[in-house]
């Protein structure tokens, strides 16, 4: 994914300022910063939930459009809240997608739910339960084992830790991890936790008032003398 001169503005307020940067197939890719810099964003633009006022972004040779996105590529997202429905069970809610459009048989979406539980490390029992009957962590694994259903080529984690202790975030790193190194998926993770980008992260883009001001691998980062950025890190940012 190739992202070319990106800028986006809301009134007078430029929120995106000419952002560039590569995202390679197959990586783990952190897009990390304060509240504020333009994370979030920027991923509804990679998803086509905004149309940039000046540049681009590239999946493949495709634009980054919703039709674009639809008809040529496979992509996820899993929602900072998880998004997951209290009155469906668990196996309801992973194969709703599949059920709504009737790209299954009811014994072929059974057997789907099952091996995506298996992928976020879940026993198939879970898949009988409410969300409200599982916890925190558990029903972060839930939400990336809909996202699967699709079999996606992208799969996009809004601020996966949100609202999460940090031993429980701590396992849903370990998740994204595991699932990228077992399936092989391009993974962005837009957060602005420096313990789960430091624990998961192949490369980091760190972005301030919209802007990029460091990119690389979690050492390069860490190694950076930008003085925001190292207040960030040391938590010492105020801003």
């Given at each position: 994914?190739?992202?070319?001169?990106?800028?986006?503005?809301?009134?007078?307020?430029?929120?995106?300022?000419?952002?560039?940067l590569?995202?390679?197939a197959?990586?783990?890719?952190?897009?990390?910063?304060p509240?504020?810099?333009g994370?979030?964003v920027?991923l509804?633009?990679?998803i086509?939930?905004?149309?940039?006022?000046a540049?681009?972004?590239r999946?493949?040779?495709k634009?980054s459009?919703?039709?674009?996105i639809?008809n040529?590529y496979?992509?996820?997202?899993?929602?900072?809240s998880?998004?997951?429905?209290?009155?469906?069970?668990?196996?309801?809610?992973?194969?709703?997608?599949?059920?709504?459009?009737?790209l299954?048989?009811?014994?072929?979406?059974?057997?789907?739910?099952?091996?995506k539980?298996s992928?976020?490390?879940?026993?198939?029992?879970?898949?009988?339960?409410?969300?409200?009957?599982?916890?925190g962590g558990?029903?972060?694994r839930?939400?990336?084992a809909?996202?699967?259903v699709?079999?996606?080529?992208?799969i996009?984690?809004?601020?996966?830790?949100?609202e999460l202790?940090?031993?429980v975030g701590?396992?849903?790193?370990r998740?994204i991890?595991?699932?990228n190194q077992?399936t092989?998926v391009?993974t962005?993770?837009?957060?602005h936790?420096?313990?789960?980008?430091?624990?998961?992260?192949d490369?980091?883009?760190?972005l301030?008032?919209g802007?990029?001001?460091a990119?690389?691998t979690?050492?390069?980062?860490?190694?950076s003398?930008?003085p925001?950025?190292?207040?960030?890190?040391?938590?010492?940012?105020?801003?």
């Amino acid at each position: 994914m190739s992202v070319r001169n990106l800028e986006k503005a809301f009134g007078k307020q430029k929120v995106l300022k000419g952002l560039n940067l590569d995202i390679r197939a197959g990586e783990v890719f952190v897009v990390m910063g304060p509240s504020g810099s333009g994370k979030s964003v920027f991923l509804r633009h990679v998803i086509g939930l905004e149309v940039p006022d000046a540049g681009e972004i590239r999946i493949g040779d495709k634009l980054s459009t919703n039709e674009a996105i639809g008809n040529h590529y496979r992509l996820a997202i899993v929602f900072q809240s998880g998004g997951l429905l209290n009155s469906l069970t668990v196996a309801e809610n992973i194969g709703l997608y599949l059920s709504e459009h009737r790209l299954k048989q009811p014994e072929q979406i059974a057997a789907i739910v099952r091996e995506k539980l298996s992928l976020v490390r879940l026993d198939p029992e879970v898949g009988d339960k409410y969300p409200s009957e599982l916890s925190g962590g558990m029903r972060k694994r839930v939400a990336i084992a809909r996202a699967l259903v699709v079999d996606p080529q992208l799969i996009l984690f809004d601020e996966p830790t949100a609202e999460l202790d940090p031993m429980v975030g701590m396992t849903v790193g370990r998740e994204i991890v595991n699932l990228n190194q077992r399936t092989g998926v391009t993974t962005v993770v837009v957060t602005h936790d420096r313990d789960l980008a430091f624990g998961i992260a192949d490369r980091i883009a760190f972005l301030l008032n919209g802007q990029l001001i460091a990119l690389g691998t979690v050492d390069e980062i860490r190694a950076s003398t930008h003085p925001i950025l190292q207040q960030f890190l040391t938590a010492e940012f105020k801003g």
